[in-house]
């Protein structure tokens, strides 16, 4: 990324982290991976939120968008046990910005992380 958008690691696959289209930002999904390509997998769970909502924020500010154009976000998390936590770091990261969210509990997620993000925003 060019200028002063924070960092992120390269998509591990073929996608890209964020596409404009239609007045419209889409984030594909992302996973507590840091800029430097190293996963959480033995972060703390909150740790692993705090990295996956950064690579959202890194991957908006790339195509110009930022948080407070969020429209809708979705998150998958392994254990719901982990929705306080979650909503928590999550409130603090949005801070007044409040879109459309959904928090989905799902058995597993690649490299045995614990969050999978992605998002729609405004462009």
């Given at each position: 990324m ?6 992120i690691?390269a ?16 984030v594909?999904?992302?996973?507590p ?9 033995d ?5 692993q ?13 790339g ?15 392994t254990s719901i ?6 909503n928590?770091v ?10 459309a ?7 597993t ?9 992605e ?5």
């Open positions: 060019a200028g002063d958008s924070p960092p690691a998509p591990g696959g073929h996608y890209t982290h964020a596409v404009r289209g239609g007045g419209l930002v889409f594909s999904g992302q996973l991976i840091a800029p430097d390509g190293t996963r959480l997998v972060a703390t769970f909150e740790d939120a705090r990295q996956t909502l950064a690579n959202v924020a890194a991957a908006l500010a195509v110009g968008s930022s948080i407070d154009k969020l429209l809708q976000v979705r998150v998958y998390i046990d982990d929705w306080p936590a979650f928590t999550y409130a603090e990261w949005a801070g007044a910005s409040r879109p969210r959904a928090v989905v509990p799902v058995p997620l690649h490299h045995g992380l614990r969050i999978e993000i998002a729609v925003a405004l462009s």
